[in-house]
């Protein structure tokens, strides 16, 4: 039965919570995806590479990572409201290393161009990744599984930046 003196608070604060945990990474990585494009050549850096044979079709790169993204903003929302942030702030801490690592990914890549730094980054990522999803299981399983997605994808970009580094000598 509905109580009248229920405040819909907390319903706007999860709402706004979860534009935030949600949405602003998702904007985040959109603006360093326009900048690239937008800024110079990416794209075509890209082209230059001698890619190897088990490489995706780079239209499926920028969709795969809206969706990591995307599942790693749910999986932390979830988690938010498990505890709270004071009771999962290891979570917190190793979830933001890992953000920053992922956003410092793009300009190693397309901006400076250096392969070695790139592969040197995606294998910090996939380590900080898997980090992330050992504490995010350790307060509830179920965020740490919605993470292995992004683990399977990071995997194969160590691999890929491996094979264009390895390439390029």
Not at 60 to 72: D, K, R, T
Not at 82 to 109: E, Q, Y
Not at 158 to 168: E, K, T
Request: proline share 4%; glycine share 6%; hydrophobic share 50%.
């Amino acid at each position: 039965m509905y109580n009248r003196n229920q405040s819909k608070r907390p319903l706007v604060i999860k709402a706004v919570v979860f534009l935030i945990i949600v949405g602003l990474p998702l904007v985040t990585f959109y603006l360093i995806n326009e900048y690239r494009g937008a800024g110079y050549n990416g794209w075509s850096y890209l082209a230059t590479l001698s890619e190897p044979n088990f490489a995706l079709d780079s239209k499926y790169h920028i969709p795969i990572w809206y969706a990591c993204i995307a599942i790693y903003g749910i999986s932390t929302y979830i988690l938010w409201f498990t505890n709270g942030l004071v009771h999962n702030i290891g979570a917190f801490m190793v979830s933001s290393i890992k953000f920053l690592v992922t956003l410092m990914w793009f300009p190693v890549f397309f901006y400076w161009e250096d392969i070695e730094a790139t592969f040197i980054t995606t294998v910090v990522l996939w380590t900080i990744n898997g980090l992330t999803i050992v504490f995010y299981a350790g307060v509830f399983q179920f965020c740490g599984l919605l993470l292995i997605p992004e683990q399977i994808w990071v995997s194969y970009l160590c691999v890929w930046s491996y094979f264009l580094w390895s390439d390029q000598d």
